[in-house]
């Protein structure tokens, strides 16, 4: 459990929260492909592993994680489909930018089909370390503020945010709630220590009982070289 997590503890989730993503990604060669580091809003127990796959060359089959991202995984080529390993079935397209070399596709439910693929650049040099990418998918619109960094989003959206005016530059007051018709209701208040070598990746969902709430995954970043 990271230290910026320490506050969700206080609400009861349906799922576990976030493990430590221990192993931060190496970003690729200037002449290498594209890497693809995966994570699944919720897998079936059934799934089993799964491949990319772009005509007939398949990657080495990987499991689907839901409490971190996956290794790095080599794309042959910016889009691809996401099959089972097994049988071959098919669980979404997946196409990546052109700009870019890594990438993390964060994998939505999206009946009748399997999944939906929300892909974020990792290598973007907008996208740094203490930020924090949404994604909202339950019903209910989401409010919010990390720090002074406000948030709102509509069911089914996703944004990155960067949180602003930490207190005694230590940690971010954070606050989360939904609306319903036209008041808000507060699901969340809590702290969110500053880390500079981790940022984090948040869904909103409805549970089992109707409610919103929210898990978070990190991901740790290698420490900056120092200047000589």
Known sequence: ??????GFLLLVLTQPLAAQDHAPATPPKK???????????RVPPNLGDVVMQVG?????AFTLPVNQLSEPQAAS??????????KGTPLCPVTLPEDGKSFAVILVLAPPSAYAPVVV??????????????????AQPVLGKVGDTKVGLRPGESR?????????????????????????????????PIDNLQRSYVFFFTSTDGTTTFRAVDEFLPAPMEKP
Request: hydrophobic letters at 30%; proline letters at 5%.
């Open 1 to 6: 459990m990271t230290k910026r997590l320490f």
């Open 31 to 41: 002449d290498e492909g594209p890497q693809v580091r995966f994570l699944a809003e």
């Open 56 to 60: 007939d060359n398949k990657s080495t």
């Open 77 to 86: 080529g910016r889009a691809f489909t996401l099959k089972t390993a097994d």
């Open 121 to 138: 650049r990792t290598d973007d040099p907008d996208f740094k370390s203490g930020d924090v990418f949404f994604i909202n998918r339950s």
């Open 160 to 192: 990155k945010l960067r949180p602003t005016n930490p207190v005694n530059n230590t940690y971010y007051d954070v606050a989360f709630g939904v609306q319903e018709g036209d008041k808000n209701r507060v699901i969340s208040t809590t702290r969110w």
